[in-house]
């Protein structure tokens, strides 16, 4: 049996040089806004380019294992997707002929001389069509999540698991834009986030010479004496991605006295990991929307091995078994151990009373 530690160094590094990546999409492309109009948004050149990344050093280290990824690249094959396809080539590349670091290894892929090919590339994204399913081992690929945030310079992650028979045993999560020490910010930003099943969950800083520097990687562990009314519940930035009313009505049921702490993508689970919050609410706000594995793999694993439970509305636990989804939606409740319980409560009763009211 495994124990991950290949797998997890290799994640590590493909979330660092994506997200350096994804970094420098925004300060070239955005600041600068020499590619944001049209069909070569910054947003876009940044997913595709980072997801051909992180693909090419998956494939490279394990080649035998399928990858589910958010993007494809059928719209960069036609004539008029030329332009963008020829940036996305050249940002990919930079990323992968970066100098090697400490722990990286030439035969993932990367480092001078390892430039891919236009073809490569399109291959790299399009490994990502793997449909999913219940048995065996894959990876998922989120290479830009928090696409509005990315854009408004906020909070965005750059995300990556190894699922093994429907479980997550590797989740790994890159947040360029999040302090490294939210009680001291004039330690800078930038930090990855990374968990092994029955191992723990660190925080790493970008700016370490290597994962293992003295100072640079912290564990982490979520506390378990947390009350209820100092809570301050992590959600969306957008109303449209979970419900921000019925949150409202379950602090009120919790006599939570904070407001919500609100910013987009997994850095919600990192900083939920991390000990910030309390607790992390997602919960639908329409029906047919079906929550994406992508979206919730990396930061499930981490918050259970800093102590925390993450579950659906009804209290079971989330099911990355069942293709590229998590099928039909019953939200996520993501908290310590000790307060799980009880906002699972508060959030049945509010669904309840919304049910009464139909």
């Known amino acids: 049996m495994s ?7 290799v994640a590590i590094a493909a ?11 925004f300060e070239k492309l955005v600041k600068n806004e020499t590619l944001v109009k049209g069909d070569k948004s910054p947003v876009t050149v940044g997913d595709f380019a980072a997801q051909a990344v992180i693909s090419t050093i998956l494939h490279n280290a394990f080649p035998n294992d399928p990858i589910v990824g958010e993007e494809d690249a059928s719209d960069l094959r036609v004539e008029s997707g030329k332009a963008m396809k020829d940036r996305i080539v050249a940002l990919a590349n930079e990323a992968l002929t970066a100098p090697l670091t400490q722990g990286e290894d030439p035969a993932w892929g990367v480092g001078p001389g390892k430039e891919r090919t236009a073809d490569q590339i ?12 219940s048995t065996g081992r894959m990876w998922t690929i989120d290479p830009i999540d928090g696409t509005k945030g990315f854009l408004r310079g906020e909070q ?3 995300c990556v698991s190894l699922i093994v028979d429907a479980k997550v045993q590797v989740g790994v999560i890159g947040c360029p834009n999040l302090p490294v020490d939210p009680a001291e910010p004039s330690k800078g930003v930038g930090c990855i986030f990374t968990a092994v099943r029955g191992k723990g969950a660190r925080q790493i800083a970008f700016s370490s010479s290597s994962p293992g520097a003295d100072g640079a990687t912290i564990s982490l562990s979520i506390p378990q004496t947390l009350e209820l009314k100092d809570l301050s519940f992590l959600e969306s930035v957008e109303a449209a991605h979970s419900s921000h009313s019925f949150n409202d009505r379950v602090a009120a049921i919790l006599n939570v006295q904070q407001p919500p702490t609100r910013m987009d993508s997994q850095a919600k689970y990192a900083c939920l990991a991390r000990g910030q919050g309390g607790a992390y609410l997602r919960m639908p706000t329409g029906v047919g929307y079906k929550e994406k594995i992508w979206d919730h793999a990396p930061g499930e694993i981490l918050v259970t091995e800093a102590g925390g439970i993450v579950t659906d509305s009804r ?8 293709g590229r989804t998590l099928g039909e939606n019953y939200g996520v409740i993501a908290a310590a151990k000790t307060i799980h319980g009880e906002i699972l409560a508060a959030v049945q009763k509010a669904q309840n009373e919304a049910k009464a009211k139909v």
């Open 3 to 9: 124990d991950f530690s290949q797998e997890e160094k």
């Open 15 to 25: 979330v660092k040089r994506a997200s350096i990546l994804t970094s420098s999409v």
């Open 156 to 158: 965005y992650a750059v």
């Open 122 to 133: 399109l291959e790299a994204i399009d490994r990502g069509n793997y449909p999913g399913g």
């Open 315 to 322: 209290g079971e636990p989330l099911n990355f078994g069942l």
